[in-house]
Structure formats: C-alpha cells, structure tokens
C-alpha cells in the first residue's frame, strides 16, 4: 500500500470520524440541556404541589380553629383548646416556589409571595376566602394561563385580605 492510496483511504475515514464525533457530542449536548429543563420544570411543579396541599391544610385548620372557638364561645365562655393555625408552613412552601422559579416566571411567584405575605396578616375571617384565590391563581399559573389572569386572581386575593378601611400601596402608586 502506498502513502498515496493510504492517505485515500485514511482522509474520509477521519473525516467521518470526526463529524459523527461532533454530532455525537452535541446530541449528548441538547439531550442534557432538555433533562435539565424538565428536571426545572419537576421540581417547581413539586414545589407548587406541595404549596397547594399546605394552603389546603392551613385553611382547613383555620376552619377548625373558628369552629372550635365559635362553639366554646356559646358554651361555657372558655377559651378553645386549640391554637391559632400558625401561617410558617404555608410561608416556607410559598419561599420553595420561589426559589426552584426562574427566568420569567419568577415575576409570577414573587406576586404570589407578596400576595401570602399580606394574606398571612389578615384576619382570620378573611384568611380562607383569599387562600382559594390565591390557590386558584397559582393553579391557573401552572397551567399556562396569561400572565394577566393569575395577576388578576392575585389581586382580588390581596384585595380580600385587607381590612375593609385599608388600600394597598403597590410600588407603582408611590
């Protein structure tokens, strides 16, 4: 074999070589960039599942708490047993969202941090009407509704956790 019919035979053997290398490793490449995007995308929707179920439990002991106090005041004029449902819980799953959230839905649950926040504080006659708003933008979030809509249904839940003499000031009214 001489160096000529080597080389013939050697250049496009090297050359396929090369460029199924290429494409092996940037289809390596892209398949990674997409699990990685899926995996994001997981661990949000873990997270806000897991917000959903503490929003649930915290108004359902709300509801319990109020029951319960309603009742001992009809009773024998004592106080209730039970204490007030604390709103820790339901502040760490929201601080969870947040943190899995980025790039431009991170706006959305930044909205949704301030919208528990003012929630949280409300009476506790108020707490469970704004919680189903609240949770209900949230789920509207998650399942591709505009950015308008989950806005919309944050507000009213702001709106229903204020004191019925109190307005909120956003950072746009200063």
Known sequence: MTVEQFLVAFIPQLLATIAGGGIGVFGVWLAFRWQQGASARDAIDRAVENLLVRIADYVADLEAYRGDFEMVNWGAGGRPQRQIPHA?????????????????????????????????????????????????????WRSGATPEAVADRLETARQLSLKDDEVEISADDD
Do not use: N, Q
């Open 88 to 140: 820790a819980v339901v502040s760490i799953a929201v601080e969870l969202v947040r943190m899995r959230t980025k790039g431009s839905e991170l706006a959305i649950a930044d909205e949704i941090g301030r919208a528990w926040s003012l929630i949280a504080g409300a009476g506790l006659d108020k707490r469970g009407t704004a919680c189903a708003f609240l949770a209900e933008a949230i789920t509207m």
